[in-house]
């Protein structure tokens, strides 16, 4: 109690030690040099505060925030720290308005008075509790440590789902629940141990790494809405380095396949059509409705020599829920052939108007690639616009749709071109989205500073996950697995 005490005293002197009254400050016709990047973004109802530092050396911060309605909050420090109560109170009494924010700056023993921004409130509600996503040290042999984390979105408070000191010597990756839905989820696990862990309901199996039919593991999973399937792709998975500048890590398939889990009957479900000989098939995900499944399919190339040339279209084929059977016909919707681009990652937007795709130069790793960029299909006109104000100057890349398809999350390098961070932005009706925002933290040049940790796969939740990590380290631990068959 003591030393908490002792830390609570220090945090709080921190945060008054240049109390004072702003004098004679200088007017500058700009906005005030933050960190992050909180000018003219757009948030929804209960994210947690948009605390911001100084983004260059200062003295203290002066800052009111105001809306139309509310009381307005006036805060001063090291850095600017709103109360969480009046900030939640503010930003819900101005949704679907504004609030503005009026940024003093002192240093050198000058304050400066900055040109005030706007922070809008969207008028979309944002429904789920919080996200989930993989933090990794961005190396490239060993995996250190790392683990899947869940963030409460009203809050800054993250733990941890399962980490890899819990499972030593094991990466843990692609925790993906059912349309935000954390009841259902499932995960894999990669090292001595491997296997792909399933929950649905109360039932937890551990299911073996991989099957003599696959080429390899089950890895990038999504759910069928009903529960029953599962989508998964089967990778050999390999990584080279560029000697070039600005490129470092180039990760490919020496061959992938794309197939269904039945959950119920323990089944994998496979089509001649979904594994092509000389055909690499990826990231397979379900429309809304069930009844047709997406995946992205390449020309296998020779690597390294042929790297560049790989490039990904955007397929879809039928899918039965009834009899888990796929349809006849593969239509390509993106043919990266003709428009000389490499798509991954397509993600389904749940109220299915849309279908958002990272497009890079060529590969399907697209995390690596400076040049990628979030784009939008329009599912019943088929055209497709890239999402300006989302994206970058460095990669843009993983995204999921929150439940009520408004919102997106994605990762980008934007900050350092080093580490992937996740932001968060809004899609209108009209298909325009907002300015991304970076995921808020208590202090956040002192986190992100301190961080060496890369976000990626990234999901919304719409409660707690409900995830015993001594349980599911032992069932890893473990030599216990349910054995699959093949239809």
Not at 13 to 28: I, N, S
Not at 370 to 389: C, F, H, R, Y
């Amino acid at each position: 109690m003591k030393k908490f005490l002792i830390v609570a005293a220090v945090v709080w002197l921190g945060m008054t030690a240049c109390r004072e009254e702003v004098k004679d400050a200088v007017q500058v016709d700009a906005w005030p040099p933050i960190f992050p990047d909180y000018t003219e973004v757009t948030i929804p109802v209960g994210i947690a505060p948009l605390n911001f530092n100084s983004a260059d050396e200062s003295e203290c911060l002066d800052v009111v925030l105001k809306g139309s309605d509310g009381e307005e909050l006036h805060v001063q420090g090291d850095y600017a720290a709103f109360d969480a109560d009046k900030w939640r109170r503010l930003v819900e009494e101005n949704q679907g308005g504004e609030l503005v924010c009026s940024v003093c700056i002192k240093s050198n023993g000058r304050w400066k008075r900055y040109k005030d921004f706007r922070i809008y409130v969207s008028a979309y509600e944002l429904e789920d509790y919080g996200l989930t996503y993989r933090k990794i040290a961005p190396g490239y042999e060993v995996y250190s440590k790392m683990g899947l984390y869940e963030r409460e979105l009203s809050s800054f408070e993250e733990r941890a789902l399962l980490e890899n000191t819990e499972v030593p010597g094991m990466c843990v990756n692609c925790h993906t629940p059912n349309r935000t839905n954390p009841e259902q989820f499932v995960f894999h696990v990669r090292g001595a141990h491997g296997g792909t862990l399933v929950q649905r309901a109360e039932e937890t199996e551990l299911l073996q790494a991989v099957n003599d039919s696959l080429k390899g593991s089950m890895v990038y999973p999504y759910w069928h809405p009903s529960g029953r399937y599962c989508a998964f792709s089967t990778n050999q998975t390999r990584q080279g380095f560029h000697v070039v500048k600005d490129e470092r890590v180039e990760v490919f398939d020496l061959s992938s396949d794309v197939f269904v889990y039945d959950a119920v009957k323990h089944k994998l479900l496979l089509d001649s059509l979904l594994c092509q000989k000389n055909y690499s098939e990826n990231a397979p995900v379900f429309s809304p409705d069930g009844r047709t499944l997406y995946y992205m399919t390449a020309l296998q190339r020779h690597y390294p020599t042929e790297f560049r040339e790989q490039k990904y279209s955007l397929c879809s084929i039928g899918f039965d829920a009834e009899s888990g059977t796929f349809g006849q016909q593969v239509d390509t919707l993106f043919d990266a052939t003709k428009e000389g681009k490499s798509l991954t990652w397509p993600r389904p937007s749940y109220d299915g108007k849309y279908i958002m795709v990272t497009l890079a130069d060529y590969g399907y790793f697209s995390i690596w690639h400076k040049e990628s960029d979030l784009w939008l299909i329009d599912v019943k006109t088929g055209q497709m616009t890239p999402v300006v104000a989302a994206n970058s100057d460095d990669a843009d890349s993983f995204h999921n749709w929150s439940a009520g398809s408004h919102w997106f999350v994605f990762t980008s390098r934007r900050e350092n071109g080093l580490y992937s961070l996740l932001y968060l932005s809004c899609i209108d009706d009209n298909g325009q989205a907002t300015k991304p925002f970076l995921l808020p933290q208590e202090n956040p040049k002192a986190y992100y500073g301190q961080s060496v940790f890369s976000y990626n796969t990234p999901d919304f939740t719409s409660s707690p996950v409900k995830l015993d990590a001594k349980k599911a380290a032992a069932a890893i631990e473990s030599p216990e697995r349910v054995s699959t068959t093949v239809r």
